[in-house]
């Protein structure tokens, strides 16, 4: 049953796509920059109580699940483009330009599917904040600032290499 919704391939493959371009090397600040920072951002949000109200929290879950939505739609045109590079790839020689990005839109659908994971994902702790219990709200805080801060750093992300890529498409 696990093996069906294992997650395990979709966390790979979008750390894979945070490396230093010309070397192909995991890049530290990119690591830093989407995981170190966020906890950071977790942690300073917990430790001076930064409030949240029941309308807020309810709005974000909203936020999430939309986005989570237009991330699915998304991916659907990135895999029109990917069907298009195909096509002028199997058309043409293949050139280093068309290479690269082909390379681009499997990093991209794998940034978009695990924005997706992170979205859903943030709504389990975001739930949690309705929560009276002192370790359960604690713990839900920093999960979701976490996930929140995280999903934005990696939709901008997203949004720069979409970007990109149709416009030099």
Known sequence: MFSKIGFAKIIAGHIKTLKNFRTQKTSFWDI???YVLPCAI???MVKFDFKINDS???AFIAAM???AGFLFNLLAIVYGFMDKIKANTNQQAEDKFSALKKIYVDEIHSNITYNILISV???IPLI?????DFVILLLSKY?????VSHFLLTLLMILKRVYILLNKG
Not at 128 to 132: P, V
Not at 143 to 147: G, L, V, Y
């Open 56 to 58: 807020v929290i309810s």
């Open 121 to 123: 994902l943030s709504i």
């Open 42 to 44: 977790s942690y300073l």
């Open 65 to 67: 699940s939309i986005f």
């Open 128 to 132: 949690g904040l309705f929560s009276s």
């Open 143 to 147: 999960a979701a600032f976490f996930f």
């Open 32 to 34: 830093l920059g989407f």
